[in-house]
T-cell receptor
Framework: DQQVKQNSPSLSVQEGRISILNCDYT??????FLWYKKYPAEGPTFLIS?????DKNEDGRFTVFLNKSAKHLSLHIVPSQPGDSAVYFC????????????FGTGTSLTVIP | KAGVTQTPRYLIKTRGQQVTLSCSPI?????VSWYQQTPGQGLQFLFE???????NKGNFPGRFSGRQFSNSRSEMNVSTLELGDSALYLC?????????????FGPGTRLTVL
């Protein structure tokens, strides 16, 4: 049972434009969410996180939005750069579950120069 | 600071064999988690160890086991390998066991079961 879903396996965006990656979850106990970026032959690297007490978190070109009522989060990358081309995973966890994170299946982003 | 290291990077085994994968966390990190990544399934949580104790366990059969040593290094063992165990196995370390921190991932071990 996939508790975290990324319904778009791939996304292509022109350089300089906005990339929007989406993630849905089903477990209402999730209260912490992260985005990871993964290049081939490397492990995922942390990008940005958000806790359920917020609805937005920004870090440079990256912004994560959380809509708790819709159980939906999104990652916005503005402006998109060719180096952003990678697979992006969203992950979620619930309080008191240690480092047990539930990951989506990933979205492969291609930024076209 | 050195990152998370995993050995070996690639492994080929046959059905029925067993395999042991190793993970060395970032110095000072006491939590090590293991994940299985397969195409179409994303990363599936296997288990987490903290201070040599299993803290959490995912929904995997008992053929998958692990342990953590006093220096926080961790090993994962899979017995009686099946074709479906072919996957990328990732370990991740964190300074503490908490839902509210990021994990640092190693490059993974690519296991192929023939």
């Amino acid at each position: 049972d996939q508790q975290v879903k990324q319904n778009s396996p791939s996304l292509s965006v022109q350089e300089g434009r906005i990339s929007i990656l989406n993630c849905d979850y089903t477990n209402s106990m999730f209260d912490y969410f992260l985005w990871y970026k993964k290049y081939p032959a490397e492990g995922p690297t942390f990008l940005i996180s958000i806790s359920s007490i917020k609805d937005k978190n920004e870090d440079g070109r990256f912004t994560v939005f959380l809509n708790k009522s819709a159980k939906h989060l999104s990652l916005h990358i503005v402006p998109s750069q060719p180096g952003d081309s990678a697979v992006y995973f969203c992950a979620a966890s619930a309080a008191n579950t240690g480092n047990q994170f539930y990951f989506g299946t990933g979205t492969s982003l291609t930024v076209i120069p | 600071k050195a990152g998370v290291t995993q050995t070996p990077r690639y492994l080929i085994k046959t059905r029925g064999q067993q395999v042991t994968l190793s993970c060395s966390p970032i110095s000072g990190h006491r939590s090590v988690s293991w994940y299985q990544q397969t195409p179409g399934q994303g990363l599936q949580f296997l288990f987490e160890y903290f201070s040599e104790t299993q803290r959490n366990k995912g929904n995997f059969p008992g053929r998958f086991s692990g342990r953590q040593f006093s220096n926080s290094r961790s090993e994962m063992n899979v017995s009686t390998l099946e074709l479906g165990d072919s996957a990328l196995y990732l370990c991740a370390s964190s300074p503490r066991t908490s839902s509210y921190n990021e994990q640092f991932f190693g490059p993974g071990t690519r296991l192929t079961v023939l």
